[in-house]
């Protein structure tokens, strides 16, 4: 069964170039619209093996998810934020929160892939 | 510690925009890690290689930030974001007058985005205007035909969104920081934007791919209270990948 990859952003075309990437690769790509849907995605996919999560999106951010995800699951999931913040004390938080790292869009294929690869291992 | 090469291979970073590059490429040798200098991140050193592609550190060599922010300062700053923007989709753009842009006759269809940004020296909101047959062109996925006219807005709002975080990584050298909204689209023919009287808007035109767009940043901040930092933090830039 080809691994999950839980993939959070407001933009659908952004949440398009992730999936192409990763399902080129063969992973299976669950994607949300917005921080409140990523929660959901991530409660009834238990066995999903890494999120992929914008910052700035409607209803939750992308940090106040990983905050929520950890506070109720703590060592649970990786996350990758993808966004176009890069400043430290952003990043800085969400390695507090246990962020395993972070992109700053627009991103580069194989950059995303070889990430997913290292957090979330071979495919299938 | 090494100074990055300027116009070497990996993603393009702002000049003026002090601080910690990751860069990013197809692994050539496995390079040990380089500690980025002092600073403010403190972030744990991103792995050397992931899955064959290199990901080191290295501080960047960059020309000091003019004291202040004012208006033109802002303005070029806007100008180089968006030229910066077009440049990573390999898509030439050029500054050009607005009184160089006359409006097209017959009226075309456009669309346009907003986003607010606002913080504590700053407020405001940033504007992008262009043809839908730009926005469609610089798509980085295939067109959807059933859903081709949400795809070109919601790439639109993602043109803003991207352009407005590259403005808040170059203004982090004047210690400005601000939150970003998410974006409202627009769709009209010809669109002109207009300020009101007693705002002081940047409006900037761009010809790219043969077409002409827009870009309006309307926002209030106190110039002289916003100068550069003698610590500038650190921004991860465009395309940069850290791995904790």
Known sequence: MAKQVIVIDDSETVRQQVAIVLSGAGYEVIEAGDGSEGATQIESNASASLAICDINMPKLSGLDLLEKVRTQNPGHLPFIMLTTEGRPELIERAVKLGAKGWIVKPFKSDILLAAVRKLAGAPA | MRSRPQGGQGPSRAAGTPGLTIRTGRARSARPRVDGGGGPLKVQRPTAVVDGV??????????????????????????????????????????????????????????????????????????????????????????????????????????TNQLLGRLKNKLAAYSLDFEVGTPVCFFGRSIRLVFLPDAEGISLGFEAASYDMRVHLDCTFEPAAIRATTDPPRIAAEGDFILF
Do not use: H, M
């Open chain 2, 54 to 159: 290199n990901v080191d550190t290295a501080p960047v060599t960059t020309p000091s930030p003019p004291p202040t922010l004012d208006r033109d300062v802002l303005r070029e700053t806007l100008s180089e974001v968006v030229r910066e923007f077009f440049d990573s989709y390999s898509v030439p753009c050029a500054a050009r007058s607005l009184t160089d842009l006359p409006p097209p006759a017959p009226p075309r269809a456009e669309l346009g985005s907003i986003i607010s940004l606002r913080g504590k020296s700053i407020g405001g909101g940033l504007a992008f205007v262009a043809p839908v047959d730009l926005i469609a062109r610089l798509l980085p996925v295939p067109r959807r035909v059933e859903k081709a006219d949400q795809q070109v807005r919601d790439w639109c709002g993602e043109i």
